[in-house]
């Protein structure tokens, strides 16, 4: 009983823990980003009403932008969920939305008003993403089945 109560206690995580908890972030947060902002993306009648009108923070035209985000939100999300190109997919949806925060969304974080702008949760995306670039998909990832990849 008090072995248990000191694992519990440890500062430490074993191998086990540390991979369920990769997973869990990996799946939990962006099977969120996808289905909440990269479903939208990849519909035709949002890119017609959207696309013309949407934010260009890096000045590369609305359509290019538009793009940008949806590989961001649509396909990297889904390269995350299964451990595929973890790091790569992450620091891109990482860059992505930072970029997003501070020139589109001016930094917001606590939402006011009719419509509030819930900055918490773009921060949440890119911190998780910023996360899983440095510390990579772990155990339970296609990145480690397809390239075999051991804990070092």
Same mark, same amino acid.
């Given at each position: 009983?008090? @072995?248990?109560?000191?694992?519990?206690? %440890?500062?430490?995580?074993?191998?086990?823990?540390? +991979?369920?908890?990769?997973?869990?972030?990996?799946?939990?947060?962006?099977?969120?980003?996808?289905?909440? *902002?990269?479903?939208?993306?990849? +519909?035709?009648?949002?890119?017609?009403?959207?696309?013309?009108?949407?934010? +260009?923070?890096? *000045?590369?035209?609305?359509?290019?932008?538009?793009?940008?985000?949806?590989? $961001?939100?649509?396909?990297? $999300?889904?390269?995350?969920?299964?451990?595929?190109?973890?790091?790569?997919?992450?620091?891109?949806?990482?860059?992505?939305?930072?970029?997003?925060?501070?020139?589109? *969304? @001016?930094?917001?974080?606590?939402?006011?008003?009719?419509?509030?702008? *819930?900055?918490?949760?773009?921060?949440?995306?890119?911190?998780? %993403?910023?996360?899983?670039?440095?510390?990579?998909?772990?155990?339970? %990832?296609?990145?480690?089945?397809?390239? @075999?990849?051991?804990?070092?």
């Amino acid at each position: 009983m008090l @072995n248990q109560l000191k694992k519990c206690l %440890s500062v430490y995580s074993s191998g086990l823990a540390s +991979d369920i908890g990769l997973l869990a972030l990996r799946i939990g947060v962006f099977v969120s980003l996808l289905l909440k *902002h990269g479903v939208e993306k990849i +519909d035709p009648a949002f890119w017609t009403e959207v696309g013309p009108k949407f934010p +260009d923070p890096a *000045h590369i035209g609305h359509l290019p932008s538009l793009t940008v985000a949806m590989i $961001s939100d649509f396909v990297c $999300s889904i390269l995350i969920v299964l451990g595929l190109f973890t790091r790569a997919a992450s620091a891109y949806v990482f860059v992505v939305l930072a970029v997003a925060w501070a020139f589109t *969304h @001016n930094f917001i974080y606590f939402g006011k008003g009719l419509e509030p702008k *819930h900055g918490e949760l773009i921060v949440i995306y890119f911190t998780v %993403s910023l996360g899983l670039a440095l510390l990579g998909p772990g155990k339970w %990832s296609l990145d480690r089945l397809l390239w @075999n990849r051991k804990e070092q």
